[in-house]
């Protein structure tokens, strides 16, 4: 089955830096990469998301880019804020099978001002 | 604005009992699925339904039971419920279609055990 390695699992910055989450998955046929950030005590929620047609995706300060010879994809935040700072899961979703994502452990960003 | 809504926030409840989670979704998603979020240990797929009165089994279903009578609702049943399943439980909905879509989840219910 597909496995998501997600990484750093803390990733701490200084407000106005970047931050940036790789995560690498194992099955080619994967096709479906979402991002959810969960902030303390409150449920995760889908932020960016991008499928295996395209090399990158971008709103406002957050993008992603996808790598399929590698199978890496990475999340990028520009001029982190206090308000950024939250846990951030990966996932990869092969379309034509279950459908259910394979999910990375998370990354726990801490933005300090 | 899309909503998924699980009845409780916070539950406790006592070894052996038999606990009802009940998640309700407002936006005709055929999909429903239930996790358990454990320190450490990420997001555990429990049991996945794609129709009514349809449910799979995910990565961790023993102790669980699951009930989906009508699209909008799908429950999760602890049997008997032991200190082990004390967690947090997220539920969560996508659209159908045959193509992969992001969850929109629930608030969430943070059961205990004792």
Partial sequence: GENVEQHPSTLSVQEGD??????????????????????????PQLIIDIRSNVGEKKDQRIA?????????????????QPEDSAVYFCAATVSGGSYIPTFGRGTS????P | DVK????????????????????????????MFWYRQDPG???RLIYFSYDVKMKEK???????????????RFSLILESASTNQTSMYL????????????YTFGSGTRLTVV
Wanted: a neutral charge.
């Fill in chain 1, 18 to 43: 970047s931050a940036v989450i790789k995560c690498t998955y194992s099955d080619s046929a994967s096709n479906y990469f979402p991002w959810y950030k969960q902030e303390l005590g409150k449920r």
């Fill in chain 1, 64 to 80: 992603v880019t996808l790598n399929k010879t590698a199978k890496h994809f990475s999340l990028h935040i520009t001029e982190t």
């Fill in chain 1, 109 to 112: 960003l801490i933005v300090h």
């Fill in chain 2, 4 to 31: 998924v809504t699980q009845s409780s926030r916070y539950l406790v409840k006592r070894t052996g009992e038999k606990v009802f989670l009940e998640c309700v979704q407002d936006m005709d998603h055929e999909n």
């Fill in chain 2, 41 to 43: 240990l990420g997001l």
């Fill in chain 2, 58 to 72: 995910g990565d961790i279903p023993e102790g669980y039971s699951v009930s989906r009578e009508k699209k909008e």
């Fill in chain 2, 91 to 102: 539920c969560a909905s996508t659209p159908g279609g045959g193509v992969s879509y992001g």
